[in-house]
C-alpha cells in the first residue's frame, strides 16, 4: 500500500507543478520502487531522490523502542550508527542498497 499511495501522491506532486523531490528516510523498498517507477516512466511523478531510512544514533528518532528484543533485532534499520566510522559504514551500506 506504501507503493500504491507513493504513486498516488507522485502523480498529485507532479500536478502540482514539482518536477524533482527529496525523501528524507522513507520506507526504502517502496521508496525506491516508486522512484525507480517515475524513472523509468512506468508512473508520473516528479524526480525522486531518496536517501532510504534515515541516520540516526542508538535511541534517537530513527531507531525502534519499545517492542520486545526479538523484534528490535528484526525492526531496526541498518542506518543505526553512533561513530564517525560507523556512520560512514551505514552510509556506504544505505548507497549500496539504493540510496541516493
Not at 501522491?9 to 507532479?14: D, G, I, P, V, Y
Not at 526504502?28 to 531522490?49: M, N, Q, S, T
Request: net charge positive.
Amino acid at each position: 500500500m506504501e507503493a500504491l499511495n507513493g504513486a498516488h501522491f507522485a502523480n498529485k506532486t507532479l500536478m502540482a507543478g514539482f518536477t524533482t523531490v527529496r525523501d528524507l528516510g522513507g520506507n526504502p523498498e517502496a521508496i525506491y520502487a516508486l522512484r525507480d517507477a517515475v524513472g523509468k516512466r512506468l508512473i508520473p511523478g516528479p524526480r525522486i531522490f531518496s536517501a532510504g531510512s534515515a541516520l540516526s544514533a542508538t535511541g534517537g528518532h530513527g531507531d525502534i523502542d519499545g517492542v520486545k528484543p526479538q523484534l528490535l533485532k528484526l525492526w531496526t534499520p541498518e542506518t543505526i550508527c553512533d561513530s564517525p566510522y560507523g556512520c560512514r559504514k551505514a552510509t556506504r551500506n544505505a548507497i549500496k542498497m539504493g540510496a541516493d
